[in-house]
């Protein structure tokens, strides 16, 4: 094997086995840099471990080169002709977030010398960036369990790395289960389980004493730092310690870790303002944002080297980022010195009692505290700043952040999972099994759309339905719109909801928060975070621009494209617009409506016509002066939604339907009344409940769409049982005197 990594032959060292063509100058200069990660160090044991054992786990701090480096060593060293030489297979290496994905695999084409989306791709949900000649990908674990669901014995892999597998998403769990089974049928296949964190003693035992191999890190002494007391604005502080480390400390860059996109552009646009006020006093600065919704150019921003100093001798330059959690783990950074730590990431929570899935602003991890901290000591020693005390941190912070699998809403797993044809749930091989509530919860959500029968079968809707990349709800109403005559307007809604945001919040997110007093009685007074980074929910940011010093003018715009019936219309009259407007940037631009998001949600849109034109499901549209136009697309979308409903009570709450939680219409609404019965996208808690994206919806169709669901015998006792039972009398009422009139 050859010692330049990249893949030049013994007798051509010079020239890219990939391309045919001679090695670039950057190659070698990027070459030099590789051979110094500590993986390099273990290439060889790593090599041949790998080739004796079927399954390998690897270990290695953040930055040692996991990411980048094993999957070109698997690439130089496994034959990837299949039998009958007709074709490649690949080698998969999964990350959790899109992100990183994306950004890693750009980089590995770099080190490869290679154009992105040729030998080297990526796949994330909604955008294919790999060709016939890819032979090393980089996707999602969520990419990865789809292609599953064609691929059942991922024939196409010659080995999957399965990466970052401490974060323990819910994808990644899904896919540790299912891969055990593959490779007890394909004994050509190989697994590397790779993790920045010791945890991985746990997956030796999952996955039956296969060989764990640490790389040793070379991480440098971070001196961590606490606060005297709790913060009561962790955003305000952060923004204090950046402040005051650009002004006091030696040269080094800060990494501030936040919670979500509107926090962080909050955030950097606050820490512009103070340096700027401050002159030639202090050195210059790059303030670069990184989170998921990035456009990916931006995020290339946060490698590049901090500005010089102003003059020779003058204060340094410094490069200051404002992260999510994906900066935990998922990204190395280099140059970082200075860590700043509020103790928060956005997590998800799931209530199965009230069916309620939450993305909260919670406290962080101790295994989590230690990974950011450990950013400040790739390169030179470092400083870790934590914004809460050491109490808090002995007794608050949990030892380990629990796997998504035990917070999740499991309807889209189960429903993957069925399609994989594993229907015994219970003795599903999981590392960690959810509760068995949680399970039933979501068999019975997926019985109620259709998509299993009451054996737990797959039904031939439910087959349709796992093929879509999107939420059961959501598949459900968009196969069914073409009954309804208004599946072109159904598809422009989903995509459009795919590009906004659920944020949902329950009841139990704050008690788990209150639990954690110190840091949770902060976080509720400092609570801002508005976007998340789960690549499942988050695909583009709002579609609607505020700026701070136009505010009004925004508002007075979005107004412009209100229904009276409620949201789901506006974003369909935002879609309609844009079209029409032949996608002018300036239009939107003019109309504060956000391009980037627009754009998505088009592509979105393709893609889910292409899944629509393979199961001949009809594109269609009722008259625009029809009466029914918009009607018809309501209750397309209640066939869907009709378990995301509340009614309006005489005390003049909503309580949502069947669990019976005390919601409010969310500020953002465009809604100016107060309809009796509204379908509502998200449950949102800040303050109190709120539900986001409502449309005003009729009882009577609730009774004739979802009977089967407002089945009054199983119903609990509220006003709305009452509101339902007559409507249930009128309906009977009516057919009487159709037949009579007959
Ligand atoms: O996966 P792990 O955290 O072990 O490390 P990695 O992501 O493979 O990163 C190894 C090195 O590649 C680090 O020094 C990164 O700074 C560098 N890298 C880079 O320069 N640009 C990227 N887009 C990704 C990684
Ligand atoms: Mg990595």
Known sequence: MSESGGGATNNNHLINRWTGRPFSQRYFEILEKRKSLPVWQQKHQFLRTLAHNQILILVGETGSGKTTQIPQFVLNAVDLETPDKCRKMMIACTQPRRVAAM??????????????????????????????RTVLKYLTDGMLLREAMTDPLLEQYKVIILDEAHERTLATDVLFGLIKEVLKNRHDLKLVVMSATLEAEKFQGYFSGAPLMKVPGRLHPVEIFYTQEPERDYLEAAIRTVMQIHMGEPSGDILVFLTGEEE????????????????DQVGPVKVVSLYSTLPPAMQQKIFEPPPPPL?????????????????????TIDGIVYVIDPGFSKQKVYNPRVRVESLLVSPISKASAHQRSGRAGRTQPGKCFRLYTEKSFNNDLQPQTYPEILRSNLANSVLTLKKLGIDDLVHFDF???????????ALEVLNYLGALDDDGTLTKLGEIMSEFPLDPQMSKMLIVSPEFNCSNEILSMCAMLSGIIPLIFSILCVCVSFKCSGLASMHLLTYRGLLCDNQFLSLAPN???????????????????GHIDGDHLTLLNVYHAYKQNNEDPSWCYDNFVNQRALKSADNVRQQLVRIMARFSLKLCSTDFNSRDYYINIRKAMLAGYFM???????????????????????PSTCLDHKPEWVIYNEYVLTSRNFIRTVTDIRGGWLVDIAPHYYDLSNFPHCEAKGVLERLYKKKKKGKEEARKHK
Not at 107 to 114: G, K, L
Not at 646 to 665: E, I, P, S
């Open 103 to 132: 950004s890693v695999s750009r980089r590995v084409a770099e080190e490869m010398d290679v154009t992105i989306g040729e030998e080297v791709g990526y796949s994330i949900r909604f955008e294919d960036c790999s060709s016939s």
């Open 264 to 279: 962080i552009e909050d955030a950097c646009r606050k820490i512009s303002k103070e340096i700027s006020n401050l002159g």
């Open 311 to 331: 003059k020779e001798g003058g204060p340094p330059g410094r490069k200051i980022i404002v992260s999510t959690n994906i900066a935990e783990t998922s990204l």
């Open 431 to 441: 590392m960690d099994p959810p509760a068995p509530e949680t399970l039933m919860r």
């Open 543 to 561: 579609c609607f621009v505020r700026p701070r010093e136009v505010q009004k003018a925004a508002d007075e715009a979005k107004a412009r494209f």
């Open 644 to 666: 995301q409903v509340a009614h309006l009570g005489r005390t003049g709450h909503y309580l949502t339907v069947k669990d019976n939680q005390v919601v409010h219409l969310h």
